[in-house]
Each structure stands twice: as C-alpha cells, then as structure tokens.
C-alpha cells in the first residue's frame, strides 16, 4: 500500500496535533494525549516524543522504569526509555483492525514509577486508498427474453472496497454495447450499486450472448478499480417460421429405382431453437393420392424415398407440395414445391446373332475373305439403342459394316497355322445408355495346314569324328529335321546326295536311315588310306509338291596308333644283325651309324623316340634320342673288346606306344689308307697287331693314329667341295628326292619335323651319305637306288655329306 503522506509532513502533522493538544490539556483538566497517524506507516517510523509531550525529564525515563501499556490490541507501538519517543513496532492495517467503522483509534497508557504516574494516550489510525473495490463473483450471468421491452432494469451486484470515506466505491462504468447502459444507485449506507438498463430489442437470432464489463471505481487519489464480466443470455421466442432453401424442387429419378431409394432429403430450417426449432414434414392437401402411393415422405428428416414402382412407360411426372411445421407454442410452417421427373433407364441389353460362319479355312487363305456375318440389335431407344461392335485388337480380322446393324468379319492379315492354329474370335456389342449395357459371343476358328513350310536341321553344317577301325554298321550320328507342318506335310524322308570320290560312291560308304535320319558306317576306315569325307543329306517332307533342305556332312577319321615304327636305316634282312665296321683310331664325336625308322600314324602317334636297349659299354657309344645318330663318347683304347653290340628300340608317340627294334654289331679295324684320284674310294689296309713289345705297339700306333686322321680330314674336306658335272664313283646308296612323284621301289612319306635324311644301301660295300635336317614340314620322298646306279651329289647349301667306306 502507499503511503497516505510522506515522513516528513507526518512529523510536522504530529508535532502541530501535540502543540494543539498540550495547549488544549493545559486549559483543560483531561489528561488523555491524543495523535494521529496514518496506517501502513513503516517499523520504526517515530510518532511522537512522550517525555517533551508529558514534560517528563529524559534522564529519569529509566529509573522511574516508564513502560507502555496497550489496551485490547496488538502491540504495534513501544517507547524508547532513552530518548522518551513512540515508534511504530509493527505496521498497522486499519481495516483489519477496525474491519468497518469509521473512526479507528489504539489506546495506550504510559506508567511511571517513583513517584508513579499514568498517562492516557490515544492514537487515530487514519485511512489510506490501499484497497482496491472488489466484486463478490467474477461473472455476472443474466438470462434475458428477446421479447422483453426497451428500458427493462435488472440489478446488478455491487462491489465491495474496505476502505471508507471517499476511498470507498464512488461509482461504475459498462463496457460499450449497443444495446444495455448502467445507472449508478447511493443507498442508504451511502453504498454504491448498479442497474443494467436496456436500452434497444434484443433478436436472439442475430446475437444470442452479450458480454459486457462492469468496472467499479473508488474515490482515492489514486483511484482504484475493479471488474465483473456481465454475460446476458438472450433466451428463445417463436418468431420464426421454417424455410426451405428452394421454393421449388425439379428431382429425376430413375426407373425401376428400387423401393426405399432416396429421391430427395429436403433442407428445411428454422433459425429459432429448443423446441421453436424442431420441424415436421408433411403432404399438402393438393398432393394426389397418386403420388403419395408412390413416395412415402419422412416426417422427421424430411426425406422423400420410393415407395412403389416406377415406371416410365406408365408415368413419368409427379407433383407434390410438401409443408415444414415448427413445434412452438404458436406454430409456424413454410412449404415447397415438388416436381419428380422419371428417366427411361437402359435396362435392355443389346443382342447379338450370327448370321454365317466359316469354320475350318485353310491357312493360306486371301485377304478380305469373309469369315462371318453378325447382326446386332437392341429394344432401348435413344443412346441406350445405339450400339457398337468390336472384336479384340490382336486379331488378323476386322469388321466390316454391310448395313444398318450388320458386320462382315474379315481376313485383314496372313494367317500362318504354325503360329496360332486356332482363334477365338469374340465378337463385343455395347450400347450408349448410361451405365452401358453389353454381351458377347464367342466363336472358334480353326485353320487347316497347307504344306508351307520347308524341313528345317538345327545346324547347317555338322562335323562327324570318327575314329578309324570303327565296327561296320556303327551308329556315327543322328541327323534331324523338323518341320512345323502336320500329317504327310510334316513326315520326313532322309536322302544321301550321290557324290563319287575316287570312284566310290558315298552310298557305298554311308547309309541314313530314311525314317529317323540315323547315319550308319558301311566300313571300317583307315586313317592312312582315307582321312575324311563331304556329302550331302537331304530331308524331304511327304507333301503335296514336297519340300526338302540339305545339310552337309563332314566326316573327319581320327587316327588310333595302330602302326608300329619301321626301321629303314640301317637296312638289314628280316631278323638279321647290322654290322658296322669302324676304325679303331676313331675321334670322340665321330658318327658311328644312324638309326632312322618310319611311322605311318599322324603326326602325333609318329613322333618316334630312340633309345638303347642295350649297349656292350655304356661308357663308349651315346645315342640322340630324336635323330637316332650314334656317337663315340671317347677314343677306343687297347682295352677295349673289339665287336661292340648294340640294341636300338625305335618308340612312337601313341597311347599305348608301338615300338620297333635294331641290332648293331659295331667291329673296330685297324686302318690303312691308299689314295685314289678324282673322288675314288680310297682302299684302307689293316694290319693285324703282332706280339711286339709295348714300346714298339705304342710307337706304331701312335703313327698309325696321326696318319688315319691327316686321311680322314683330307677326305671330309674334298667330300664338302665337290666338282661340278663330274660324275661320282659307281657305289649303292640311298638318296633323298624332294619330288612328289611315286617310285616303284619302296617308296616312303613323312612330314615330322624329327625325321633326318639318312639312308644306307642295300650292299656289302658302299657309301654313307648324311644329310641335316630340312625344315619342319617339307615332303621327303625315300627311295632305294637299285645297285649299279651313280650318285650324284646335291649342290644344296644346307646339306653336307660323310661317305665313309665300309
């Protein structure tokens, strides 16, 4: 609360009520001191000083032990014994002290002792505005008839401030309103209060609650306020008739609707409420009888269903004026006009009937061919009588008009048996009516098979193994055709095409079966003599002109090892020994034989390899396992036997391997060496040693040896430069040919690239030529030269030749 005046002009305020009371207390006999002071006043605050007031000496305050005595109240006051003054203990509330009276006083006696002493004090607690006017409810709620007169009062509660005097309630103020005001009432207590006046009709249609503010304003400085809110509830009156929103109502409704279909839900309202409010339905007396069979109309909701049938052949209007009635104490009503309107419905499908069809037709039928003829038709009138045909759109057909609701079905597109043999065709009419009405027929076309289509192999090239030594009349392969057509279009006949190679006929060679196409060998076949074969077959189907497609057949032998190597060098008689004579003074290196055998397999089973089956001393002779050359590993020594044996085994590369074997008895001579001119052989004379002494044997071989090397060397270097056109001595040898043509005398072919050119006569005495080996992959003729013939040396750059006489 604030203060009713400051500290300061309190003070001056009590010192001039003392002064006035002194003066007035020495004039008169009363001994009670009177202040004043306002409420709310802070701890502390000095009111008054009781030793200058009741001229008392300060000093003896204490010993005369002055205390302060408060009558029936709080102690909200005390003395200081010091200084003799009267201060505020606690603050004081005049209302809640006082509560409602209008003067408010606290009484107090001062004693003294020795001499002792009471003095009478009274202190006015004056008002201040510190409370601020009060309703006792928040809400004033007021229920007002919109009937009642302008000018009509109702009171209002007033508000309550527990200040007095002009701190109390002064007056009120209503918020702005069209329709109420206030006038301000003093009653007899001087209390101020409220009448609510209204001032202009209340329509609870247009504003069925009014809140108003209801503000009450003491007479403080500063003013204080409070407020109520004042809700006015207009209460309800019959003064408002039901309405429909449409005067008249144009409603169509199908036929054959069934019964309890809504045809229409009226929108009748009443803006009045409670019962004012609630509306009831029903026929006029104009409405026929007719009608009121027909629809049955719901008194409550408003609602208008079907009752009976509709029919749109036997009536197609109805008329009917409907009345809205409110249950008031006066009652109102409204009422509307009703026209039904009843729709033909489509409720006739349309039909369809086929007139022609043609059923099976060949596949290769002609383009605009007629299949079918359809009529459709259909009893409704208007758009639910017009009607529309179709057939799928994936078809190779399509409708033709001819007339009024008549349809030709077509032939649009090829038709081929082998990709759809049948159609089902379904024919679709379908009306204009809403909803549409529809129906189908379906029918079955079936195309008949026209031979059209040619045998077909599912490769056209087959490649045949077979390998060689087969049994005769083994299954090589099946061979199938097939054709899409049916019945003697799709039955096939297989044929080998005639084809002679090398004056046989293949039918010769081959047989098919002609029902199943299974390709049968006649014969065993040989890699080495045939290698393969390329025909024809042809399948022909059984139609009428027939048809037919061929194939070709490649026919490959594979080889089996079924041939053993052939030794052909060194030659030697069935079952005999080779024997080879050498010197004894032979270098390490020096070709001692060649072993060359031959394989007629292919390529891969003729790889021949050479090895030693058995050897006198292994230390001596060495053996190249691809070219079959025989080599002295060191020089002979006095030691060593004279005849050497040696087995060579020739093996192929087959699974199993085939092999073949040599016998070679190699016999060591003493050499002696005669010249002979113009490339003569050169006769060798050997000694036989004697039983000389060790020196002696040593001295003449070591001469021997020297000699035998110094012939030999000039030998090798007049064989590598030979003369041209100059005839070579008459010996038996073997020679190579790189000519393609064939030699009565056992000739022989290989391609491998291990083969050499090696070959040795067939006679006691001749001559070895050796020739290297020439690329992989020419074709080298072998052939035996009968005896008596010459040897002409080759003038090829890459071959070099050993003649060596045995």
């Not at 008329?319 to 249950?327: C, F, G, L, N």
């Not at 055998?597 to 190249?624: E, G, K, M, P, W």
């Not at 010459?790 to 750059?797: A, K, Q, V």
Request: net charge negative.
């Amino acid at each position: 609360m604030r203060p009713f005046v400051t500290m300061d002009s309190c003070k001056r305020y009590v010192v001039l009520v003392v002064l006035i009371l002194f003066s007035y207390v020495r004039n008169i006999s009363s001994s009670v001191t009177h202040y004043s002071i306002p409420e709310e006043m802070k701890e502390g605050s000095v009111v008054a000083n009781l030793a200058t007031d009741l001229s008392l000496d300060v000093k003896t305050l204490n010993q005369r032990k002055m205390r302060l005595d408060i009558i029936a109240n709080k102690k909200y006051l005390d003395v200081n014994k010091e200084t003799g003054e009267l201060y505020i203990v606690e603050k004081i509330d005049r209302e809640y002290i006082c509560n409602t009276k209008l003067a408010c006083y606290v009484r107090l006696e001062v004693i003294l002792e020795n001499p002792l002493r009471i003095f009478n004090i009274e202190v006015e607690i004056l008002d201040m505005n510190d409370n601020a006017p009060q309703f006792r409810r928040d809400a004033i709620h007021l229920d007002i008839s919109e009937a009642t007169p302008k000018g009509e009062r109702f009171s209002l509660s007033n508000a309550v401030d527990p200040d007095i005097g002009s701190n109390s309630v002064n007056t009120y103020h209503l918020s702005e309103s069209d329709y109420f005001n206030i006038e301000v009432q003093t009653g007899r207590e001087g209390t101020k209060f409220a009448d609510l006046i209204l001032t202009k009709a209340l329509d609870r249609e247009q504003q069925a609650v009014h809140n108003l503010i209801l503000t009450a304003v003491d007479g403080g400085t500063p003013a204080r306020s409070g407020t109520a809110s004042v809700i006015v509830h207009v209460l309800d009156t019959n003064d408002n008739a039901p309405a429909f929103d449409k005067t008249i109502y144009n409603v169509k409704v199908m036929e054959n609707s069934p019964i309890g279909s809504l045809v229409i839900h009226f929108n009748a309202t009443d803006i009045d409420e409670g019962s004012n409010a609630d509306i009831t339905y029903s026929y006029s007396l104009y409405t026929s009888e007719k009608t009121q069979e027909t629809f049955n109309l719901n008194p409550s909701s408003g609602e208008i269903t079907v009752k009976g049938m509709l029919n749109y052949e036997d009536f197609r209007i109805y008329d009917m004026e409907v009345i809205a009635t409110d249950h008031g104490a006066n009652s109102l009503s409204g009422q509307c006009t009703i026209k039904i309107v009843v729709e033909d419905m489509n409720d006739n499908h349309p039909e369809i009937s086929i007139k022609s069809f043609q059923s099976p037709v060949n596949e290769n039928i002609e383009l605009d061919t007629v299949i079918a003829v359809v009529s459709v038709t259909d009893k409704d009138s208007g758009d639910n009588g017009v009607v529309d045909l179709h057939i799928p759109d994936n078809m190779p057909f399509k409708l033709r008009e001819s007339s009024d609701n008549y349809y030709e079905l077509v032939v649009s597109e090829p038709l081929d048996r082998e990709k759809v043999p049948e159609y089902d065709i379904t024919f679709t009419v379908t009306d204009r009516g809403s909803p549409p009405l529809s129906d189908n027929e379906t029918m079955t076309l079936e195309l008949l098979d026209v031979n059209d289509n040619v045998p077909q192999f599912p490769q056209s090239f087959y490649t045949i193994r077979v390998m060689e030594n087969n049994a005769p009349g083994a299954l090589l392969s099946s061979l199938t055709a097939f054709d899409p057509d049916l019945h003697e279009n799709q039955y096939l006949v297989y044929f080998i095409l005639e084809k002679e190679i090398a004056n046989t006929s293949m039918s010769m060679l081959f047989s098919i079966n002609p029902e199943n196409g299974n390709l049968y060998a006649l014969k065993t076949f040989d890699y080495e003599i045939e290698k393969e074969f390329l025909f024809h077959i042809e399948a022909r189907d059984s139609g009428s002109p027939p048809l037919s497609s061929n194939v070709t057949v490649h026919i490959i032998i594979v080889d089996q090892n079924d041939n053993a190597p052939v030794i052909v060098s060194p030659w030697r008689a069935h079952g005999s020994v080779v024997e080879e004579k050498i010197p004894r003074s032979t270098d390490k290196g020096s070709l001692v034989s060649k072993v060359i055998a031959l394989d007629t397999d292919s390529v891969h089973n003729s790889r021949i390899t050479y090895q030693f089956l058995q050897v006198t001393d292994a230390t001596l002779f060495s053996l190249d396992q691809y070219n079959g050359e025989i080599r002295t590993m060191r020089m002979f020594s006095y030691r060593d036997p004279r005849h050497q044996r040696l087995v060579v085994v020739a093996k192929d590369n087959g699974e199993p391997a085939l092999s073949a074997t040599v016998t070679i008895k190699v016999s060591t001579v003493e050499t002696a060496v005669k010249a002979y001119s113009d490339m003569t052989e050169v006769p060798l004379e050997y000694d036989i040693f004697s039983d000389l002494n060790l020196y002696l044997v040593i001295g003449l071989g070591s001469v021997s040896f020297l000699l035998l090397i110094t012939i030999l060397v000039t030998i090798v270097l007049k064989c590598q430069k030979p003369k041209p056109n100059k005839a070579a001595p008459q010996c038996r040898n073997s020679v190579i040919s790189e000519r393609n043509s064939t030699i009565a005398d056992s000739t022989l072919v290989s391609n491998d690239a291990y083969w050499y050119s090696l070959f040795l006569a067939e006679t006691r005495k001749g001559k070895l030529v050796v020739r290297q080996p020439l690329p992989k992959g020419s074709r080298y003729i072998v052939s035996s030269i009968p005896r008596g013939t010459g040897l002409t040396e080759t003038s090829d750059s890459a071959a070099s030749t050993l003649q060596v006489g045995i």
